[in-house]
């Protein structure tokens, strides 16, 4: 697509249940990120994926989280077991090049999650 | 504290005024990026600066890197209304080896009419 799509563009849970999040890069962007923004706040790196190689998954906050990218193209986020203090806007973006440190990123509307 | 701090942490002008945000960061950097993000919506690349450059341009969009310092600071000139919104820079590093840039927790630009 023309750009990075993610859903559901928003999601309330009750605390406790698993939810999914959906990210479709950019075609033939190789690196694909997810963050995590807390109500005016900055962002929270998550997770990092580029091409075959092992995602850098230093990011995640514990083991409820969990992430995958097939094809190397779509990825999901999941949060297993969510808890209030998991709410926030999570957000995927993605990049051209394998080039490290380099290039701009194109980030998606966000998924905004709410637990109950 | 974070690599890659913004401040102020609020600003408000009016229009047609200039507008200066800075940003500190704690290691060495290949390059360092300003974003913007209006209310409810995912980040906007403004433009990117690399480590051996010292200034750049882009519209009314003037980015400084001081790597001696280890800061940056954007310029927007004759800011209009459109221009509110959140201002993020980000680094990557050099020294983690971490691939994934690291953004700060921004400065909130109000611009009135």
């Known amino acids: 697509g023309a750009g990075v799509s993610q859903s559901p563009s928003n999601k309330v849970t009750e605390k406790g249940k698993d939810v999914e999040l959906r990210c479709d890069p950019i075609?033939?962007?190789?690196?694909l990120y997810w963050y995590r923004q807390s109500l005016g706040q900055g962002l929270e790196f998550l997770i990092y994926f580029q091409g075959n190689s092992a995602p850098d998954k230093s990011g995640l906050p514990s083991d409820r989280f969990s992430a995958e990218r097939t094809g190397g193209s779509v990825s999901t986020l999941t949060i297993q077991r969510t808890q209030q203090e998991d709410s926030a806007v999570y957000l995927c973006a993605s990049i051209r090049g394998a080039v490290y440190g380099a290039g701009e990123l194109f980030f998606g509307e966000g998924s905004r999650l709410t637990v109950l | 504290s974070q690599q890659g701090e913004e401040d102020p942490q609020a600003l408000s002008i009016q229009e047609g005024e200039n507008a200066t945000m800075n940003c500190s960061y704690k290691?060495?950097?290949?390059?360092l990026q300003w974003y913007r993000q209006n209310s409810g919506r995912g980040l906007v690349h403004l433009i990117l600066?690399?480590?051996?450059?010292r200034e750049k341009h882009s519209g009314r969009l003037r980015v400084t890197l001081d790597t001696s310092k280890k800061s940056s600071s954007l310029l927007i000139t004759a800011s209009r209304a459109a221009d509110t919104a959140s201002y993020f820079c980000?680094?990557?590093?050099?020294?983690?080896?971490?691939?994934?840039?690291?953004f700060g927790s921004g400065t909130r630009l109000q611009v009135q009419p």
């Open positions: 600066i690399r480590s051996n450059e």
């Open positions: 075609s033939g962007h190789t690196a």
């Open positions: 290691t060495s950097i290949n390059n």
């Open positions: 980000a680094t990557d590093s050099l020294d983690t080896g971490r691939r994934a840039l690291t």
